[in-house]
């Protein structure tokens, strides 16, 4: 080539370099055309003879590969990595690098020059080793379990009921009422045949008895809070994100071995599925536990977080960054990383944490992606932030843009404060403890969040609209991991009421989540009463609070009872899953305050209960008389007072009593 286009050539390259730099900080103008690699081969290519190395770094000048005999410590060897095509570079290493742990670094823009980063971590890592210091070269065939193949649950019918149980792994199993040998494990929870000191089911067993049919897992990937370490370490729910596509160590019995983590986690989902349960996995692409020093900044400065106008990282998750979904190759992650899960650890649904941050395109590239996988896959999330975004709300994932996503359903928070009172205010009642002014939120929810013309929506707390096209995309719930528990919610706002009222409460508040058209969704031990001992904020507490204690099965065996009944009527019977809720359910006029009727027609839908009629009684001044519609026929029981009924007794058209506090189901 003639000097004077080897001068042309390196003016240019030089004047590219200049601009990536001056863009990254904050000199020229915002936009640039970043790369993007499309290729499905970032991070880790293994085979015993082969490894290839990728990331995507498009502002660097060199890049380097650091391969270990160590999880942390030691002295590690050097590899030049070489560029590739789209800002990705590249090394391959022609040996077995099975077992050895390995980092990146690059030499990336800084102020008005160049330095090398810190070493950090692959963001496609599918292994690490303590507490995510390095990423692991693992051959993931030889972790899968017995049966793994074989043990994937069928796809079934997209429309089949969904009743959702929220559950964190160490919670299940650290009390020693749990019966549960491998205690705060992946493992303890796979394990069968555990009872509480009374002889009741728990863990695995219990949720089989109770059921549901999905299981949601608060975070189990590598998250920052944890400390692998140690032999106890110290609670966390996960909301960290340390590395998205790696399982975390503290559930797994062994943390030296990076395969250990991989394998167990198996093993309980395969354990699951052999019970016909479905696993939902709890997921936080929102942020990520690390910021300037997360492998994503240290990587690609000014690309991966949302920036605030004045160049400062935006912080709608309050956890100190924000992701930028909308850009290309944190999409690609994004998607890559849920498809990872679905084909590697089978899960079969996700719960998107601060989902209003993510941008609408986003999620719908993700519904149509993972729809093409598994059509029957569960995804739902939080429909909003815990702080302003610069992204525009039209662009977000938010509860009220719920009708542009792609059958992706958003938790109903207008249904929970109806029933209980405002998370924001812990003595504020709800419906069930005496608050009659909430009646629109309630019907707001029994309807699924869709247009119903007997609402007045502009008397429903939060949303003065229907949001929902389907009542499956609102998420029926009365509580969950944050804030308080259910109980010791209605211990504070109804502190004045007997413990034997708050029970009825508790049990009304649960049989309107469960005859809701929306989802229901439990927290775990709400059906028996669970209390975190009034603490509102469990996230870092230690397992006193967290633990759940199974005996109360045992002491509440009613309330475990009229749940189970509910659960299995919303399994059989169609008119708990209406798709037009608006045509076929009509609300009771001109009733009492604090009483709530509605008649559900099934007629047309294949069922045999052709007609339905649910009374809430929210009341506590003694029985209320109700009259059912007048109907040609009988109408039989299957909830008569919040207790299991099922048909015992004929309830001809007329006027029945019902108890305070009580919910009644009849059918013709």
């Known amino acids: 080539m003639p000097m004077r286009c080897l001068s042309f050539l390196f003016s240019a390259m030089l004047l590219i370099n200049s601009l990536l730099v001056n863009i990254v900080w904050g000199q020229a103008p915002a936009k640039v055309q970043w790369p993007v690699y499309s290729q499905k081969d970032l991070g880790v290519s293994f085979s015993p003879a082969v490894t290839t190395f990728k990331i995507w770094a498009p502002l660097a000048k060199a890049a380097r590969l650091y391969l270990y005999q160590e999880p942390t410590g030691g002295q590690g060897r050097q590899l030049d990595m070489q560029p590739g095509n789209d800002g990705c570079w590249e090394v391959s290493v022609q040996e077995n690098c099975e077992g050895l742990y390995y980092s990146f670094q690059v030499f990336n823009p800084s102020g008005p020059g160049y330095t090398w980063s810190q070493e950090v971590t692959d963001p496609y890592a599918v292994a690490t080793g303590v507490n995510g210091v390095r990423a692991a070269i693992v051959d993931l065939a030889k972790t899968d379990p017995p049966g793994w193949d074989r043990g994937r649950l069928p796809i079934g019918p997209t429309n089949a009921p969904v009743i959702l149980y929220e559950l964190h792994i160490r919670d299940a199993s650290m009390h020693t009422s749990s019966g549960i040998d491998q205690k705060g494990k992946y493992l303890g929870l796979a394990e069968t045949g555990t009872k509480n000191r009374f002889g009741a089911a728990t863990g695995l067993d219990h949720l089989v008895s109770l059921g549901v049919t999905h299981v949601h897992l608060l975070p189990f990937f590598d998250f920052r809070s944890s400390d692998e370490s140690v032999a106890s370490p110290p609670y966390n729910w996960g909301y960290d994100p340390l590395h998205y596509n790696t399982p975390e160590g503290t559930f797994a019995t062994s943390v030296s071995d990076p395969a250990a983590r991989i394998r167990e986690l198996k093993q309980l989902i395969l354990a699951f599925h052999r019970k016909g349960l479905k696993v939902v996995m709890d997921v936080v692409y929102n942020h990520t536990g690390l910021t300037e020093t997360s492998n994503f900044e240290q990587l690609v400065p000014g690309y991966y977080f949302r920036k ?356 009644s189901i009849l059918y013709q």
């Open 308 to 663: 605030t106008a004045d160049g400062k990282f935006s912080n709608a998750s309050a956890c100190g960054n924000e992701t930028a979904s909308e850009q290309p190759m944190f999409r690609k992650l994004m998607l890559e990383s849920l498809l990872f899960w679905v084909k590697e650890y089978h899960i079969d649904g996700f719960r998107f944490d601060l989902m209003g941050i993510h941008d609408i395109s986003t999620m719908n590239e993700i519904a149509s992606a993972l729809r093409q996988q598994r059509p029957d896959i569960l995804l739902y999330g939080e429909g909003w932030t815990a702080g302003s975004s610069p992204l525009p709300d039209s662009m977000r994932a938010l509860k009220g843009q719920v009708r542009h996503l792609d059958g992706i359903a958003v938790f109903g928070d207008e249904f929970r404060d109806g029933i209980k009172g405002s998370v924001f205010d812990f003595h504020q009642p709800g419906f069930v403890s005496g608050d009659f002014d909430k009646l629109s939120s309630i019907k707001f929810g029994l309807v699924g969040g869709v247009t119903h013309p007997q609402i007045d929506y502009s008397k429903v707390n939060y949303s003065k609209a229907a949001y929902a096209t389907s009542p499956r995309q609102m998420i029926a719930y009365a509580d969950c991991h944050d804030n308080h528990t259910l109980w010791d919610r209605l211990s504070l706002s109804a502190s004045s009421y007997s413990e034997r009222e708050r029970k009825k409460m508790h049990q009304l508040a649960l049989a309107m989540v469960l005859t809701s058209q929306g989802t229901p969704f439990l927290h775990a031990g709400s059906e028996f009463l669970r209390s975190k001992k009034g603490n509102e904020n469990s996230y870092n507490a230690p397992d006193s609070i967290n633990a759940i204690d199974w005996d109360l099965i045992s002491m509440h065996d009613d309330v475990v009872a009229m749940v189970k009944c509910l659960i299995a009527m919303r399994k059989t019977h169609s008119a708990f899953k209406l798709a037009d809720p608006a045509s076929r359910i009509r609300f009771g006029k001109s009733l009492p305050d604090g009483l709530i009727t509605v008649e559900i027609n099934a007629k047309g839908l294949g069922d045999t209960w052709k007609r339905v009629f649910v009374v809430y009684n929210g009341r506590n001044d003694g029985p209320m008389t109700i009259t059912a519609p007048q109907q040609k026929g009988k109408w039989w029981s299957y909830l008569w007072s919040s207790k299991p009924d099922q048909g015992k007794y004929v309830k001809r058209a007329g006027s029945f009593v019902v108890e305070p506090l009580s919910c």
